[in-house]
């Protein structure tokens, strides 16, 4: 089975799941006769649901497609095409790790104090070794950016349970 | 009319704003310079802060950004043969041979020459032709507009990325989430649950910009090889031979020709929704080649190769502006920053406009030549001769630098932690999206459609008693919506065809 396959299978859980649990538990249907245990409305212009229906269903069928559309390509093709596999490198899941932990830190301790070091971690994930270059480029850039935004500008900048200058 | 276009150089004409485009050019330049950022992550990266601007100074300063990131990355195409932008890769390829023969200046010249001739010639156009087609626009009811926007999605949808289908699920996946919040019309909150009460204003429009190209293209470049982040490029030296450094006068008139051409074939691709600078480029490119008395030069460094895709690729820039001004539909990912942009500010494009917002449609026109003055002068004085240090620049560096600039800005929108999770959940989604294949355009600009499309389509039913035949009854609707068929047939057939063709031997 190919990428795209397995995306298209996914894609096809993701409508099913709308259409028969995130849309009728999300979205109220106020207004509607209830007839059988299901609401019919008098104007389905007026209903919620009916756009994000619409859009899952179509979102469905493209999904049919896009797992079709693999399964039907020319052995041929299959034999002479293979399709790389999605590769993520450990360095990406790393650098969404500190992000994540920024955007933790960032209403915890504040813009200043979680931008020095996650600046400073994130250009070491980047590749720069040379640590004169991390630190000044750290410390310098977030103290600027504050100064100019938050000093000059006023601009609300987030702040924590550290004292700000 | 004079008085209005007069009043509108006056009000762009003041320091603030001059201002604001002076900063805005070099930024661009920059930006669009290094490879991997480009005029989207650029604009997107900044719209925040124009949060607090006025109208007159945002605008500017965004159209700025996105103008001069399309020079600054041909510049990069001629000096590394690596295009800082995608439209710059039909540049590179007679751009780069040019620069090896030592004929940098020559050909950074020209491409200047060509950009400028290319972006007044669509600023004409945009001027002569937007009122006319927001005339029509006016005409349109709740069904027509319906099936235009379909139409326009579905352009979208197929003409960005690889895949039609793939670029058809991305619109369709923008559209659903743009319905995440409270029902424009009965108020019953949508996929809001009460212990998430952010999501009942729905997400923002920002923070999904920016997590969506800003903060995705930092992971992708994770991805890449360390080698990659060490950005060390033999830079070219300039011919010791004068001529070699400039482009003459007699050189500019050869190609004035080919220029106005290529201007508007960018201009004319340009105003279709999503059919941007990418492809103009190469069809400016393709026409020049066939129209050239020389085509074999085509490659080795030959000025019609350069100029063509040049004029196409900033033609481009103005004729975005044509459907966001006169119809609301954004004609690219960078025309739906300035939307959102306009939309920030209690504008919302379209027809309405022209007439509730002349003034600020004709400060629009006048900052667009305004602009490209400032782009000139700056590329002459002080750009193209530093251009070749600012493409050095380490990855390592410029890439946490955009993470943190993404983290701030979109927490400044609106001073909201919720939002700021919406963009690195946005960008981690988007990164995964660029992995399998899935285009970002397209999930945008639905986004960005996606309230007006619903409500042109309950507004029609409405009218019609809940009859879906409004849409066929109407001519012009049941015109959009037969369009619309024949395109995506036509490009699926096309698509079909071009997988079912036997992979050639090597």
Not at chain 1, 122 to 144: D, E, H, N, Q
Not at chain 2, 166 to 190: E, H, N, Q, Y
Not at chain 2, 221 to 240: L, N
Not at chain 2, 461 to 474: A, R, Y
Request: charged share 15%; aromatic share 10%; net charge positive.
């Amino acid at each position: 089975m190919t990428q795209d396959s397995r995306i298209g299978i996914v894609i096809i859980g993701v409508a099913l799941l709308l259409y028969f649990c995130l849309i009728p538990l999300g979205i109220e249907q106020p207004g509607a006769e209830w007839k059988g245990g299901i609401g019919v409305l008098k104007n389905v212009a007026l209903s919620a649901r009916l756009f994000p229906i619409i859009l899952t269903i179509a979102i469905g069928v493209f999904g049919v497609s896009l797992t079709l559309g693999d399964l039907f390509k020319k052995r041929k093709m299959l034999r002479e095409t293979s399709e790389p596999r999605m590769k993520i490198e450990y360095r990406t899941l790393i650098i969404i790790g500190v992000l994540v932990g920024y955007y933790l830190l960032l209403s915890r301790i504040g813009y200043l104090y979680a931008t020095i070091p996650m600046l400073g971690i994130l250009m070491y994930c980047f590749g720069m070794r040379s640590w004169i270059k991390i630190i000044l480029v750290a410390v310098t850039l977030p103290l600027l950016l504050y100064l100019v935004l938050g000093k000059i500008m006023l601009m609300p900048l987030p702040t924590g349970i550290l004292p700000m200058f | 009319m004079l008085t209005a276009i007069t009043d509108a150089f006056l009000s762009v004409l003041n320091p603030v704003s001059i201002g604001a485009i002076l900063l805005g050019v070099p930024i661009g330049m920059v930006i669009g310079a290094i490879p991997g950022l480009g005029g989207t992550i650029g604009m997107a990266i900044f719209i925040p802060f124009t949060f607090t601007m006025p109208t007159a100074v945002a605008i500017p300063f965004l159209l700025a950004i996105y103008r001069s990131t399309t020079y600054g990355g041909s510049v990069s195409a001629i000096l590394l043969r690596i295009p800082g932008t995608p439209e710059a890769a039909a540049t590179l390829l007679d751009g780069y041979p040019l620069a090896k023969q030592g004929k940098a200046g020559k050909a950074l010249g020209l491409m200047l020459y060509a950009s400028m001739i290319g972006d007044v010639l669509s600023d004409l156009i945009l001027i002569m032709l937007a009122v006319h087609i927001a005339k029509m626009a006016m005409k349109f009811g709740p069904a027509e507009y319906f099936a235009l926007l379909v139409f326009s999605l579905s352009i979208i949808g197929t003409l960005t990325g690889k895949s039609i289908i793939k670029g058809m699920l991305a619109a369709l996946f923008g559209l659903l989430l743009a319905t995440i919040g409270m029902d424009p019309i009965i108020g019953v909150p949508r996929f809001a649950p009460l212990s998430i009460f952010e999501l009942c204003k729905g997400l923002d429009f920002i923070a999904l910009l920016v997590g969506l190209f800003g903060m995705s293209e930092v992971f992708i470049q994770a991805d890449k090889e360390m080698a990659a982040f060490f950005g060390s490029t033999k830079i070219i030296e300039d011919s010791p031979n004068r001529e070699d450094r400039r482009t003459s006068w007699t050189e500019l008139k050869s190609q004035l020709v080919n220029i106005f051409r290529s201007g508007m074939i960018g201009t004319f691709i340009g105003a279709i929704p999503a059919a941007g600078g990418s492809i103009a480029c190469w069809i400016a490119r393709g026409v020049a080649e066939r129209s050239s008395k020389h085509p074999e030069k085509f490659g080795t460094g030959s000025l019609e190769g350069l100029a063509a895709p040049e004029a196409a690729n900033s033609a481009v820039h103005g004729a975005n502006l044509i459907p966001l001004l006169t119809l609301g539909i954004p004609g690219n990912a960078p025309a739906a920053v300035i939307g959102a942009a306009l939309m920030m500010k209690g504008i919302v494009p379209g027809p309405l406009m022209f007439q509730h917002h002349t003034d600020v449609i004709y400060s629009l026109y006048a900052s667009l030549f305004i602009i490209n003055a400032i782009i000139f002068t700056q590329a002459v004085s002080w750009f193209n001769r530093s251009a070749r240090y600012f493409v050095s620049f380490p990855r390592g560096l410029i890439f946490p630098v955009v993470a943190i600039f993404c983290f701030l800005g979109t927490y400044l929108v609106n001073n909201s932690m919720f939002d700021v999770a919406t963009m690195l959940i946005m960008g981690v989604f988007g990164y995964f999206l660029r992995k399998t294949g899935f285009p970002i355009p397209p999930l945008v600009m639905a986004f960005l459609l996606g309230g007006m499309t619903e409500n042109r389509f309950r507004q029609a039913l409405k009218i019609s008693g809940g009859n879906l035949s409004i849409f066929f009854t109407s001519p012009l609707s049941l015109f959009f919506v037969v369009l619309t068929i024949i395109f995506l047939g036509t490009m699926t057939f096309r698509e079909w065809k071009q997988r079912s063709k036997p992979t050639p031997k090597t």
